[in-house]
């Protein structure tokens, strides 16, 4: 499977789900953070790619077992 799952802290805690075409990024408190997105899609994602952010932890790893 095309996905990826990085494991670190920060904004670079994300997986990408290659299939959906979707980032998913794990933000415990989500702003002023999120306001980074849009700029991190545009240098390492292609412009058909959508962000989806979580503050969940659960819901964080319910997306990596897609992984």
Excluded: T
């Amino acid at each position: 499977m095309n996905n990826k799952y990085n494991n670190s802290e920060g904004l670079s805690n994300y997986i990408v789900l290659k299939e959906e075409k979707e980032v998913i990024f794990y933000l415990h408190n989500p702003y002023p953070d999120c306001l980074e997105i849009p700029d991190i899609m545009k240098q390492r994602f292609p412009s058909d790619y959508k962000s989806i952010v979580v503050n969940s932890l659960d819901e964080f790893k319910k997306y990596g077992e897609k992984v």
